[in-house]
């Protein structure tokens, strides 16, 4: 009856031992899905921000274009303009 008495306790113990661990909070050796995600999320950005670049570039030449057909047109209206 003792050593039942003695083998209970020491259950108990590794049942406390167990959960003081369980609850204890440690580094864990695995990264978090959060942080494998992190350099996906960062190339999704970068592919953002370079198609961006790209569409800004684009808008940029097309408005240098329109400019320069206003001014040709505003040019070769002054040339007609004066002929009259």
């Not at 960062?42 to 808008?59: G, M, T, V, W």
Request: glycine share 2%.
């Amino acid at each position: 009856m003792k050593t039942d008495e003695v083998y209970g306790q020491q259950l108990e113990k590794q049942v406390e031992c167990h959960q003081a661990a369980v609850e204890k909070p440690r580094p864990s050796l695995v990264p978090s899905t959060s942080e494998r995600k992190l350099p996906d999320t960062r190339k999704d950005i970068s592919k953002d921000i370079d198609a961006k670049k790209k569409e800004f570039n684009h808008i940029q030449s097309e408005r240098v274009r329109i400019n320069q057909i206003h001014t040709e047109k505003k040019e070769i209206t002054k040339l007609f303009c004066g002929l009259w």
